[in-house]
């Protein structure tokens, strides 16, 4: 009835004057009325907004203040400059003399040294796949391991555990072992350089040289090995290059884009080229490889990723750390973090909105995944279930 009132008030004052009290006669009460009327409107409403839509409106705000957040990104920040994307030529048979020119370059008498220097955290199903992919064009591996993640966590020497298993890299390998610096309540970002640097001085220690081909990556963004081999063996390519990578989530079932672009390959220059993880040139090599992301065989794996991550403030809510939570999110391809897509326009935003379709492609993958498909089972389509140890 009050609301029907108040309708009517914004109409026509006669049916508002016959609806709040029915008094007719002077101006004057007239114009109490329709005071007097429009006030009992507009109590009802400040009441109701009150009481219910301002704890509404700030339950939602807290619940889901990232998604405002990023859903009007697009208007208070500007995509990075583009890329400029150099096309990527490969057919197993054809010929590197070939394949260098179609790119520009020209052929090497012998190729170039490659060294793959990785900050390693737990994921040593990813560093098998990866380093297995790689092996045939790599001449020294270089890995460093902390007792501590990048949010100041201790953790357990998982790669010095497990050396045993990656005796097939034994002889070419650097390894690297740095104490955590346990600082409280300080930026991931600054542990995270801190131990990028050490890297440097492990890279030095494995005897890299002017030229040398050094891939700069994190452990899950995994060049394909004919990329590698290209870049070894041809002239002429950019003293840095970034490799444009496919973007899979919690397995190579959720193909989300082809934007990763953070992995680089740099022709190394001594006192020069620093080890670096964030945007260095503007030239980015097509379809180079994968970016693998929370892709881990165990639910506590997930768990312990999302505390150690550098990101660990999107943990707003205790219960995104819950195990059946987090088994629906991975077969769902839905988001860890309940978060939207990190997109720099409302066309991008709502196209990628929802969880990630399914792919039933396992072509083109690394080929290490599909010689041990049983072992790495839950990476391929249709196998979201994991284990909980
Ligand atoms: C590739 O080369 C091999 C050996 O020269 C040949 O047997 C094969 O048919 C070639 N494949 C394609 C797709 O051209
Ligand atoms: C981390 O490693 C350093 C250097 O080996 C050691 O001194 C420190 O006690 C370790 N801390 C933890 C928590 O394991």
């Known amino acids: 009835m009050e609301a029907a009132g108040y309708h ?19 101006k004057a009460v007239l114009s109490m009325s329709r005071l007097k009327c429009a006030l009992r409107g507009f109590d009802l409403r400040a009441l109701l907004f009150l009481l219910i839509g301002v704890p509404v409106i700030i339950f939602v705000i807290y619940v889901h203040g990232q998604k405002v957040t990023y859903f009007l990104r697009p208007i208070w920040e500007k ?82 555990e497990n050396r045993k298993k990656f005796e097939f890299a034994e002889s070419r390998l650097t390894y690297g072992m740095i104490g955590g610096r346990f600082v409280k309540g300080e930026n991931p970002f600054v542990e995270e350089s801190y ?45 840095v290059l970034h490799l444009q990578l496919r973007n899979y989530l919690y397995s190579f079932q959720f193909f989300l884009d082809d934007k990763s672009w953070r992995a680089s390959v740099h022709r190394y220059r001594a006192g020069k080229t620093r080890y670096a993880h964030f945007r260095q040139t503007d030239e980015l090599l097509a379809d180079s490889g994968w970016h693998c992301s929370f892709c881990f065989r165990y639910i506590n794996d997930f768990i312990f990723k999302m505390n150690a991550y550098s990101h660990v403030d999107r943990i707003r809510f205790k219960y995104f750390l819950n195990p059946e939570r987090i088994q629906h999110v991975i077969c ?32 083109h993958l690394p080929a290490w995944l599909l ?19």
């Open 8 to 26: 009517n008030c914004k109409k026509t004052d006669g049916i508002c004057e016959g609806v709040c009290d029915g008094e007719h006669g002077s």
């Open 79 to 160: 995509p990075p400059k583009p890329f400029k994307v150099l096309p990527h030529y490969y057919h197993e048979n054809v010929s590197m003399a070939n394949l260098c020119k179609l790119h520009g370059w020209k052929v090497r008498e012998a190729p170039r040294r490659v060294f793959d220097a990785v900050l390693f955290s737990n994921e040593l199903d990813i560093l098998d796949i990866r380093w297995n992919e790689l092996s045939p064009y790599v001449s020294e591996f270089v890995l460093l391991e902390s007792n501590s993640t990048f949010t100041g966590l201790p953790k357990d020497l998982h790669f010095k």
């Open 195 to 239: 131990q990028r640097v050490a890297l440097d001085q492990l890279l030095k220690i494995a005897g890299i040289t002017d030229d040398d081909l050094l891939i700069m990556s994190d452990v899950d963004e995994i060049p394909s090995g004919h990329t590698i081999n290209l870049l070894r063996w041809c002239d002429d390519i950019p003293e």
């Open 332 to 363: 769902q391809g839905a988001d860890l973090f309940d978060m939207l897509p990190e997109e720099y326009t409302f066309q991008e935003i709502i196209a990628k909105l929802g969880p990630i379709p399914s792919t039933y492609s396992a072509v």
């Open 371 to 389: 010689e041990k498909a049983e072992q790495y089972k839950y990476l391929l389509p249709g196998n979201c279930m994991r284990e909980s140890g």
